[in-house]
Protein backbone atom coordinates (compact mmCIF):
# COMPACT_ATOMS: atom_id res chain seq x y z
CA UNK A 1 0.00 0.00 0.00
CA UNK A 2 1.96 3.22 -1.21
CA UNK A 3 -0.55 5.42 -0.30
CA UNK A 4 -0.08 8.69 -2.94
CA UNK A 5 2.59 8.66 -5.00
CA UNK A 6 3.93 11.28 -7.56
CA UNK A 7 5.93 11.68 -10.10
CA UNK A 8 8.88 13.78 -10.62
CA UNK A 9 10.07 14.27 -7.90
CA UNK A 10 12.26 17.33 -8.97
CA UNK A 11 12.02 19.34 -12.39
CA UNK A 12 13.21 22.66 -13.63
CA UNK A 13 11.07 23.98 -16.69
CA UNK A 14 12.50 26.95 -18.38
CA UNK A 15 9.43 29.52 -19.08
CA UNK A 16 6.62 29.24 -21.71
CA UNK A 17 7.99 24.77 -21.53
CA UNK A 18 5.08 22.78 -20.46
CA UNK A 19 4.70 19.67 -17.92
CA UNK A 20 2.27 17.34 -17.21
CA UNK A 21 2.46 16.21 -13.18
CA UNK A 22 1.14 12.75 -12.27
CA UNK A 23 -0.17 11.11 -9.16
CA UNK A 24 -1.79 8.08 -8.20
CA UNK A 25 -3.51 6.96 -5.26
CA UNK A 26 -3.80 3.11 -3.86
CA UNK A 27 -6.38 3.71 -1.14
CA UNK A 28 -9.71 3.96 -3.37
CA UNK A 29 -10.60 7.36 -2.28
CA UNK A 30 -12.92 9.50 -4.50
CA UNK A 31 -11.69 12.48 -3.92
CA UNK A 32 -7.57 13.91 -4.74
CA UNK A 33 -6.78 17.42 -4.89
CA UNK A 34 -3.43 19.69 -6.21
CA UNK A 35 -1.78 21.92 -3.78
CA UNK A 36 0.66 24.32 -4.27
CA UNK A 37 2.89 25.25 -1.57
CA UNK A 38 5.02 28.90 -1.14
CA UNK A 39 6.76 30.04 1.93
CA UNK A 40 5.11 31.85 4.24
CA UNK A 41 1.52 31.18 2.35
CA UNK A 42 0.40 27.95 3.52
CA UNK A 43 -1.06 25.62 1.48
CA UNK A 44 -3.52 26.74 -1.57
CA UNK A 45 -5.88 24.56 -3.77
CA UNK A 46 -5.43 24.29 -7.55
CA UNK A 47 -7.77 22.00 -8.65
CA UNK A 48 -9.50 19.18 -6.93
CA UNK A 49 -11.70 15.85 -8.13
CA UNK A 50 -14.54 14.76 -6.32
CA UNK A 51 -15.17 11.71 -8.13
CA UNK A 52 -14.13 9.90 -11.67
CA UNK A 53 -15.01 12.08 -14.11
CA UNK A 54 -15.36 15.65 -12.62
CA UNK A 55 -13.27 18.65 -11.57
CA UNK A 56 -13.26 21.55 -10.31
CA UNK A 57 -11.61 24.64 -9.63
CA UNK A 58 -10.18 25.75 -6.40
CA UNK A 59 -8.19 29.20 -4.81
CA UNK A 60 -5.48 29.54 -7.71
CA UNK A 61 -6.47 27.76 -10.88
CA UNK A 62 -5.12 30.14 -13.08
CA UNK A 63 -2.14 28.62 -15.68
CA UNK A 64 -3.36 25.16 -14.50
CA UNK A 65 -5.29 22.31 -16.03
CA UNK A 66 -6.34 19.14 -14.94
CA UNK A 67 -7.09 15.36 -15.36
CA UNK A 68 -9.07 12.61 -14.01
CA UNK A 69 -7.65 9.67 -15.70
CA UNK A 70 -9.51 7.13 -13.35
CA UNK A 71 -10.20 6.56 -9.70
CA UNK A 72 -6.86 5.99 -9.22
CA UNK A 73 -4.76 8.94 -11.11
CA UNK A 74 -5.06 12.71 -11.16
CA UNK A 75 -2.68 14.87 -12.97
CA UNK A 76 -1.59 18.44 -13.01
CA UNK A 77 -0.77 20.09 -16.37
CA UNK A 78 1.49 23.36 -17.07
CA UNK A 79 0.42 24.61 -20.53
CA UNK A 80 3.16 27.58 -20.78
CA UNK A 81 5.16 27.92 -17.66
CA UNK A 82 6.20 30.99 -15.54
CA UNK A 83 8.43 31.79 -12.80
CA UNK A 84 5.44 32.67 -10.42
CA UNK A 85 4.95 28.67 -11.05
CA UNK A 86 8.02 27.85 -8.83
CA UNK A 87 6.78 25.89 -5.83
CA UNK A 88 5.86 22.56 -4.28
CA UNK A 89 3.47 20.65 -5.69
CA UNK A 90 1.79 18.35 -3.18
CA UNK A 91 -1.19 16.18 -4.77
CA UNK A 92 -3.36 14.54 -2.21
CA UNK A 93 -6.70 11.93 -1.40
CA UNK A 94 -9.40 12.47 0.90
CA UNK A 95 -10.80 9.61 3.01
CA UNK A 96 -12.61 9.06 6.30
CA UNK A 97 -10.44 8.67 9.87
CA UNK A 98 -12.12 9.00 12.75
CA UNK A 99 -15.57 9.84 11.80
CA UNK A 100 -13.98 12.56 9.77
CA UNK A 101 -13.03 12.90 6.47
CA UNK A 102 -9.36 14.35 6.13
CA UNK A 103 -6.34 14.35 3.19
CA UNK A 104 -3.44 12.25 2.74
CA UNK A 105 -0.65 13.79 0.61
CA UNK A 106 2.05 12.43 -1.54
CA UNK A 107 5.85 13.28 -1.38
CA UNK A 108 5.54 16.48 -3.65
CA UNK A 109 7.28 17.59 -6.52
CA UNK A 110 9.80 20.53 -6.63
CA UNK A 111 9.33 22.37 -9.36
CA UNK A 112 11.68 25.55 -10.22
CA UNK A 113 10.90 27.71 -13.70
CA UNK A 114 13.29 29.71 -14.98
CA UNK B 1 -8.04 38.52 6.01
CA UNK B 2 -6.66 35.10 6.01
CA UNK B 3 -8.85 32.34 6.94
CA UNK B 4 -6.91 30.65 8.75
CA UNK B 5 -4.19 32.01 10.90
CA UNK B 6 -1.28 30.85 13.01
CA UNK B 7 1.57 32.91 14.48
CA UNK B 8 4.82 31.47 12.09
CA UNK B 9 7.68 31.24 15.00
CA UNK B 10 9.94 29.96 15.51
CA UNK B 11 8.52 28.54 18.51
CA UNK B 12 11.49 27.15 20.34
CA UNK B 13 11.28 24.76 23.71
CA UNK B 14 13.59 23.34 25.84
CA UNK B 15 13.54 19.25 25.85
CA UNK B 16 9.86 17.99 28.02
CA UNK B 17 8.08 20.95 27.99
CA UNK B 18 5.07 21.74 26.60
CA UNK B 19 4.80 23.11 23.55
CA UNK B 20 2.02 25.26 22.76
CA UNK B 21 0.36 26.03 19.21
CA UNK B 22 -2.04 28.25 18.09
CA UNK B 23 -4.60 28.64 15.07
CA UNK B 24 -7.48 30.95 14.70
CA UNK B 25 -10.49 30.57 11.80
CA UNK B 26 -12.71 32.95 10.27
CA UNK B 27 -15.25 31.13 9.23
CA UNK B 28 -17.85 30.62 11.96
CA UNK B 29 -19.71 27.25 9.61
CA UNK B 30 -16.21 25.38 9.91
CA UNK B 31 -16.88 21.91 11.09
CA UNK B 32 -13.63 19.72 11.50
CA UNK B 33 -10.42 20.80 12.38
CA UNK B 34 -6.84 19.02 12.03
CA UNK B 35 -2.86 19.36 12.51
CA UNK B 36 -0.48 18.22 10.24
CA UNK B 37 3.02 18.29 11.41
CA UNK B 38 5.54 18.83 8.16
CA UNK B 39 9.25 18.19 8.26
CA UNK B 40 11.64 19.77 6.09
CA UNK B 41 11.60 18.81 2.34
CA UNK B 42 8.46 16.47 3.28
CA UNK B 43 4.81 16.29 2.87
CA UNK B 44 2.51 17.09 5.57
CA UNK B 45 1.47 14.17 8.07
CA UNK B 46 -2.18 14.05 9.72
CA UNK B 47 -1.32 14.15 13.25
CA UNK B 48 -5.08 14.82 15.34
CA UNK B 49 -8.28 15.52 14.57
CA UNK B 50 -10.86 17.46 16.47
CA UNK B 51 -14.30 18.00 15.55
CA UNK B 52 -16.44 19.19 18.55
CA UNK B 53 -15.75 21.83 21.44
CA UNK B 54 -13.46 20.47 24.10
CA UNK B 55 -10.35 18.56 24.21
CA UNK B 56 -9.08 15.26 22.21
CA UNK B 57 -5.98 13.56 23.77
CA UNK B 58 -3.73 10.93 21.86
CA UNK B 59 -0.65 10.16 23.42
CA UNK B 60 1.27 13.11 24.23
CA UNK B 61 -0.58 15.15 21.92
CA UNK B 62 -4.01 17.00 23.00
CA UNK B 63 -6.39 19.46 20.21
CA UNK B 64 -8.54 21.75 22.27
CA UNK B 65 -11.06 23.18 20.13
CA UNK B 66 -13.24 26.50 21.09
CA UNK B 67 -15.76 27.03 18.01
CA UNK B 68 -17.40 29.98 19.54
CA UNK B 69 -13.73 31.79 19.93
CA UNK B 70 -12.56 30.36 16.49
CA UNK B 71 -9.55 28.97 18.27
CA UNK B 72 -8.01 25.59 17.66
CA UNK B 73 -4.68 24.57 19.86
CA UNK B 74 -2.03 21.53 19.74
CA UNK B 75 -0.81 20.76 22.78
CA UNK B 76 2.67 18.77 22.71
CA UNK B 77 3.65 17.03 26.08
CA UNK B 78 7.19 15.87 26.70
CA UNK B 79 8.64 17.35 23.75
CA UNK B 80 11.41 16.06 22.24
CA UNK B 81 13.78 16.87 19.54
CA UNK B 82 12.07 14.76 16.90
CA UNK B 83 8.98 16.85 17.37
CA UNK B 84 10.73 19.58 15.49
CA UNK B 85 8.69 20.39 12.48
CA UNK B 86 6.44 22.72 11.03
CA UNK B 87 2.86 22.66 12.73
CA UNK B 88 0.01 23.19 10.18
CA UNK B 89 -3.40 23.73 11.19
CA UNK B 90 -6.04 23.09 8.72
CA UNK B 91 -9.92 23.82 9.05
CA UNK B 92 -12.83 22.20 6.77
CA UNK B 93 -16.38 23.44 5.97
CA UNK B 94 -17.58 20.87 5.21
CA UNK B 95 -16.99 20.40 1.24
CA UNK B 96 -14.61 18.78 -0.58
CA UNK B 97 -12.93 22.13 -1.85
CA UNK B 98 -13.28 23.35 1.64
CA UNK B 99 -10.25 22.68 3.45
CA UNK B 100 -8.21 26.13 4.26
CA UNK B 101 -4.52 25.76 5.42
CA UNK B 102 -2.10 27.34 8.03
CA UNK B 103 0.86 28.99 6.88
CA UNK B 104 2.08 27.30 9.77
CA UNK B 105 4.20 27.19 13.05
CA UNK B 106 7.91 26.22 13.22
CA UNK B 107 8.44 24.35 16.46
CA UNK B 108 12.23 23.36 17.69
CA UNK B 109 12.70 21.44 20.38
CA UNK B 110 16.07 21.95 21.84
CA UNK B 111 17.65 19.32 23.74
Known amino acids: NAGVTQTPKFQVLKTGQSMTLQCAQDMNHNSMYWYRQDPGMGLRLIYYSASEGTTDKGEVPNGYNVSRLNKREFSLRLESAAPSQTSVYFCASSGVVAGGETQYFGPGTRLLVL | QKEVEQNSGPLSVPEGAIASLNCTYSDRGSQSFFWYRQYSGKSPELIMSIYSNGDKEDGRFTAQLNKASQYVSLLIRDSQPSDSATYLC???????????FGAGTRLTVKP
Open chain 2, 90 to 100: AVNGGNNNDMR
